[in-house]
Nanobody
Framework: QVQLVESGGGLVQAGDSLTLSCEFS????????VGWFRRAPGKEREFVIG????????ADLDSIKSRFTISRDNSKNMVYLQMNSLKSEDTAVYYC????????????????WGQGTPVTVSS
């Protein structure tokens, strides 16, 4: 059925940029909203940023809005997370998730999840 696979994580230094990718397979990708979540060591999973099927983005934190950008390419069934000016507190496993309904900022609103890709930011 629906599958999501993240890639692009790795070890970077503070101030660097990194782009994560999420590949979607199964059914109609363009009809799904997609969100990025992250789980830092010892912390709960938190919403990072999401994008609706029409391309509207959603982010709650100023620290995210000022540095991260989400985009999607429906022709390639891909969603990207461009992260700039990375900080040590951005270290986490990043997950992409798909919603059959609408883009939201809570995990329960999403129906399908990837396995995650780790991002480590050293200072």
């Amino acid at each position: 059925q629906v599958q999501l696979v993240e890639s692009g994580g790795g070890l970077v230094q503070a101030g660097d940029s990194l782009t994560l990718s999420c590949e979607f397979s199964g059914r109609a990708f363009s009809s799904y909203a997609v969100g990025w979540f992250r789980r830092a060591p010892g912390k709960e999973r938190e919403f990072v940023i999401g994008v609706s099927w029409s391309g509207d983005s959603l982010a709650d934190l100023d620290s995210i809005k000022s540095r991260f950008t989400i985009s999607r390419d429906n022709s390639k069934n891909m969603v990207y997370l461009q992260m700039n000016s990375l900080k040590s507190e951005d270290t986490a496993v990043y997950y992409c998730a798909a919603s059959e309904d609408y883009v939201g900022n809570t995990a329960h609103e999403y129906d399908y999840w990837g396995q995650g890709t780790p991002v480590t930011v050293s200072s």
